[in-house]
């Protein structure tokens, strides 16, 4: 992952709505989510929704596809990864961190 791709996905996530959309998404895994299975559980309207997906389509954590008349967001579980992947790339100098999982460095 780039440098400018990193800042990007960080960007998008650091507004609390969007945060939610991702985390709710991720939650729902490959199956993803419509807009309007989205909405209702995060209780929030549909255009302000739309604005959302969009930034995080554009940082490619989110991703789109039609399924007829609807819509289905998923995450884009690679291009995450790809972020912790760079975020965690010199942990603990550059060494591999005993005990490490993706998500943790029991080390540090």
């Keep these: ?3 400018k791709d990193a800042v990007s996905a960080l960007a998008a996530l650091a507004q609390g709505m969007r945060l939610r959309i991702f985390r709710a998404l991720v939650g729902a895994g490959p199956q993803g989510m419509t807009p309007g299975a ?3 559980t995060l209780d929030v309207p549909a255009s302000t929704l739309s604005f959302h ?3 995080l389509t554009h940082a490619d954590l989110v991703t789109q596809e039609r ?3 609807h819509l289905i ?3 884009a579980i ?3 990864n ?3 992947a760079y975020l ?5 100098q550059g060494s591999a961190c005993e005990g490490a999982s993706a998500t943790r460095c029991d080390a540090c």
């Design 82 to 84: 790809a972020l912790l």
């Design 67 to 69: 399924d007829g008349r």
């Design 88 to 92: 965690t790339a010199h942990c603990c």
């Design 78 to 80: 690679g291009h995450m």
């Design 38 to 40: 989205l909405s209702a």
């Design 1 to 3: 992952m780039e440098e």
């Design 53 to 55: 997906l969009k930034e």
């Design 73 to 75: 967001y998923r995450p």
